[in-house]
T-cell receptor
Framework: GQNIDQPTEMTATEGAIVQINCTYQ??????LFWYQQHAGEAPTFLSY????GLEEKGRFSSFLSRSKGYSYLLLKELQMKDSASYLC??????????????FGTGTQLKVEL | DTGVSQNPRHKITKRGQNVTFRCDPI?????LYWYRQTLGQGPEFLTY????????KSRLLSDRFSAERPKGSFSTLEIQRTEQGDSAMYLC????????????????FGEGSRLTVL
């Protein structure tokens, strides 16, 4: 089975840095995705890690430790528009090569002035 | 717009009625997925197509749910005899494969079809 944990809510200040943690226990692993979802909108891809270490992409970075079953998403220079839900998802490979994503419940980030 | 398109965006129905949702994936994507999302939860996997073949279905998917992708392009998700517990956002996603796969294999989601069962 799959078990993915992330905090339900976080609050941070505009211009600051925030780290959203995700821990997982899964049978099988083909990478970990982070998605952003604004209320009423589609989830949009932020990052993907399959090997241990840090992936940096502009203001967003994501880290993975497979041995610890742990990932985090780091958001720098927070902007008001970063207020959204951040979804951690573990991938399993499907027949035919697709990715089956199992999502956590999401972390609702609120950015305040 | 070349993103994933879903219709209708909103559907309100009475318990016991049948509903059908349509998904048009990104044109060069041959992999298509259906997910369901309820308030405060992450999306939950329902089913997966590679071209027209349905290769995986969630064990959580009751026999009232059926999905098709007859020509390997658009897909439909039908829910028969709807129940109040079916109220959710139904998300479709697509991803490329083969020579079109230049990225991480991430899923591209549509904006969803919101179902309310009264």
């Amino acid at each position: 089975g799959q078990n993915i944990d992330q905090p339900t809510e976080m609050t941070a200040t505009e211009g600051a840095i925030v780290q959203i943690n995700c821990t997982y226990q899964t049978s099988g692993f083909n990478g970990l995705f982070w998605y952003q979802q604004h209320a009423g909108e589609a989830p949009t891809f932020l990052s993907y890690n399959v090997l241990d270490g840090l992936e940096e992409k502009g203001r967003f970075s994501s880290f993975l430790s497979r041995s610890k079953g742990y990932s985090y998403l780091l958001l720098k220079e927070l902007q008001m528009k970063d207020s959204a839900s951040y979804l951690c998802a573990v991938s399993l490979k499907l027949t035919g090569g697709g990715n089956k994503l199992t999502f956590g419940t999401g972390t609702q980030l609120k950015v305040e002035l | 717009d070349t993103g994933v398109s879903q219709n209708p965006r909103h559907k309100i129905t009475k318990r016991g009625q049948n509903v059908t949702f349509r998904c048009d994936p990104i044109s060069e994507h041959n992999r298509l997925y259906w997910y369901r999302q309820t308030l405060g939860q992450g999306p939950e996997f329902l089913t997966y197509f590679q071209n027209e073949a349905q290769l995986e279905k969630s064990r959580l998917l009751s026999d009232r749910f059926s999905a098709e992708r007859p020509k390997g392009s658009f897909s439909t998700l039908e829910i028969q005899r709807t129940e109040q517990g079916d109220s959710a956002m139904y998300l479709c996603a697509s991803s490329p494969s083969g020579r079109a796969l230049l990225g991480t294999g991430e899923l591209f989601f549509g904006e969803g079809s919101r179902l309310t069962v009264l």
